[in-house]
Structures are given as C-alpha cells and as structure tokens.
C-alpha cells in the first residue's frame, strides 16, 4: 500500500487560496490514481477531485469546477490541489487518497484503498 501524508491546509478569508499537497511513499505512485476528498462537520465525506496515474485525466466535483485544479508531479511522488476562489463552504478536513481501480470508478470512496490523515481547510467569511 501506499502511505500518505496531506499538508497546506489552514485558515484562509473567503476569496483567498490555498495549495494542498499530499506526499506519497513507496515507488508504485506512478502507477496509481490520486483522489482529494473532504468531510464537513456532521456530514459524510465526498468526492472533489481525481487525478489518472500519469496525470492525462482529471475529474471534479461540480461545486469546485473552474475554482480547484488537481495536479501530480510523479518525479516527487506528490498530488497537489490548488484551490482559489475558497468559500465558507470549502470548509472541511481534506483527504487525499490512492487508487488503483479504473478510471471510472474515481469518484467513489470505495475506489480507494489508501488514505492519508487528512488536513484542516477552515474559510471565513
């Protein structure tokens, strides 16, 4: 399995941005695809985004559309989630995870075998 460690995340005023990473270990991470969850308070996890092994595909939540970008650099076994435009909403703990089930299943927890401990994204308005 792959081991991840999230970092980047903390309190930001609406508007602004932040730039999550997630560190994996191991030397399969090329082969793997990476997904960014998070969970609200009170409320269950979900899907906000999902990058291919190699990076040629990328996947949304709609509510973060044209806001967060997903990105990979395979060469430091790293994913990033770029997020601007934060709203109060966005407020959440952060997920990433690894996947190595196809791509059509990415937007599914169930996806994905192996999570990191999540980090604290918190918005104000």
């Known amino acids: 399995q792959v081991q991840l460690v999230e970092s980047g995340g903390g309190l930001v005023q609406a508007g602004g941005s932040l730039r999550l990473s997630c560190e994996a270990s191991?030397?399969?991470?090329?082969?793997?695809?990476m997904g960014w969850f998070r969970q609200a308070p009170g409320k269950e996890r979900e899907f906000v985004a999902a990058i291919s092994n190699r990076g040629y595909n990328t996947y949304y939540t709609e509510s973060v559309k044209g806001r967060f970008t997903i990105s990979r650099d395979n060469t430091k076994n790293t994913v990033y989630l770029q997020m601007n435009s934060l709203k109060p909403e966005d407020t959440a703990v952060y997920y990433c995870?690894?996947?190595?089930?196809?791509?059509?299943?990415?937007?599914?927890?169930?996806?994905?075998?192996?999570w990191g401990q999540g980090t604290q994204v918190t918005v104000s308005s």
């Open positions: 995870a690894a996947s190595g089930r196809s791509l059509a299943t990415l937007r599914s927890i169930s996806a994905y075998a192996s």
């Open positions: 191991g030397r399969t991470f090329s082969s793997v695809n």
